[in-house]
């Protein structure tokens, strides 16, 4: 069966750096063609995509925030972290990972506010 | 990047209805396998979203086969048969053939 769990700060201030972790099983990462990626949804929005860690780690990233965003992977723990710099208010919204996109975690609530 | 434009932004139905949603893409997703990259997603009020159909018209496992996916290059329908209260949310289209990947702003599917 294959869960993802994604944990973050829950709050943060502008200016910060938001690291998010997702915490999976039932698969594994260093298994080829698997991908795990982040999306967001600001609230009442649309989906956005922001980036995805190839098992042969490959990176791919959103142009629109590439600056700002670094995705890495601990295959050992079955982890996947997005850490994304100088937040300000438009990067509230829900955090989501997820696998192949066929399977996603619950997602995790980010606020930026001062 | 490529566009996703998904019509109509909301339906209202009645439960028995069928319905189509459509999704036409700004470039072809047609990617250099030969295989086209266009998903369906259900997000039901609250909830993740949940993937439904791959690759245009592949089933997940467990979707009933009420739901149906057509289409090619730059033009795809979803098709609900029957519709239940259960598949009511909003549904996105999105391709992962080009970087970067793309969503639709999404249908809301109501009751009538």
């Known amino acids: 069966q294959v869960t993802l769990k994604e944990s973050g700060p829950g709050i943060l201030q502008p200016s910060q750096t938001l690291s998010l972790t997702c915490s999976f099983s039932g698969f594994l990462l260093s298994a080829s063609s698997v991908g795990v990626g982040w999306i967001r949804q600001p609230s009442g929005k649309g989906l956005e995509w922001l980036a995805t860690?190839?098992?042969?780690?490959?990176?791919h990233y959103n142009p629109s925030l590439k600056s700002r965003l670094t995705i890495s992977k601990d295959t050992s723990n079955n982890q996947v972290f997005l850490k994304i710099t100088s937040v300000d208010t438009a990067d509230t919204g829900t955090y989501y990972c997820?696998?192949?996109?066929?399977?996603w975690g619950q997602g995790v609530m980010v606020t930026v506010s001062s | 990047d490529v566009v996703m434009t998904q019509t109509p932004p909301s339906l209202s139905v009645a439960i028995g209805q069928s319905v189509s949603i459509s999704c036409k893409s700004s470039q072809s997703l047609v990617y250099s396998d030969g295989k086209t990259y266009l998903h369906w997603l259900l997000q039901s009020s609250g909830r993740s979203p949940k993937r439904l159909i791959y690759?245009?018209?592949n089933l997940d496992s467990g979707v009933p086969d009420r739901f149906s996916g057509t289409g090619s290059q730059k033009d795809f329908t979803l098709k609900i048969s029957r519709v239940e209260a259960k598949d009511l949310g909003v549904y996105y289209c999105?391709?992962?053939?080009?970087?970067?990947?793309?969503f639709g702003g999404g249908t809301k599917l109501e009751l009538k």
């Open positions: 999105a391709q992962t053939t080009h970087f970067p990947w793309t």
């Open positions: 690759q245009v018209s």
């Open positions: 997820a696998h192949n996109w066929e399977y």
């Open positions: 860690i190839g098992w042969e780690d490959v990176k």
